[in-house]
């Protein structure tokens, strides 16, 4: 059986084509205004941080914490390449360690059936 996510990638990247158009008219018309650069740059740092934190707050507790942290890095890394590359580093960690969680599930789904039926193995 494939990968049911497969072809997720390329389908974000169609959906997000006007998206970035958008966004880079926007941006440009920003940057033209010295002052308004400025003050969208506070603000974006300001809200990525307030909402990074406030991920990290709720992280051990029960709900999106880790969600709200990635969507603050997120806010952070579009005008921040360390944001950026600190959110890239933590999707490859994340996807390795499902990889791993996903790998001790069916061996422990394996060990159970085993021991269920010792006739089978």
Known sequence: MGDPYA?????????????????????GAIRRRPWLNTAYKVVVTVLGALIVVVGLILVPLPG???????????LLGSEYHWARRLL?????ML??????WNAWRAARRERKTRLADPQAG
Do not use: H, N, S
């Open 64 to 74: 999106p914490g880790w969600l709200i942290v990635f969507v603050g890095l997120t």
């Open 95 to 100: 996807a390795r360690f499902w990889e791993r």
């Open 7 to 27: 072809d997720d990638a390329a389908r974000a990247r169609r959906l997000g084509r006007p998206v970035g158009r958008f966004m880079a008219r926007w941006r």
């Open 88 to 92: 890239g580093w933590l999707r490859a």
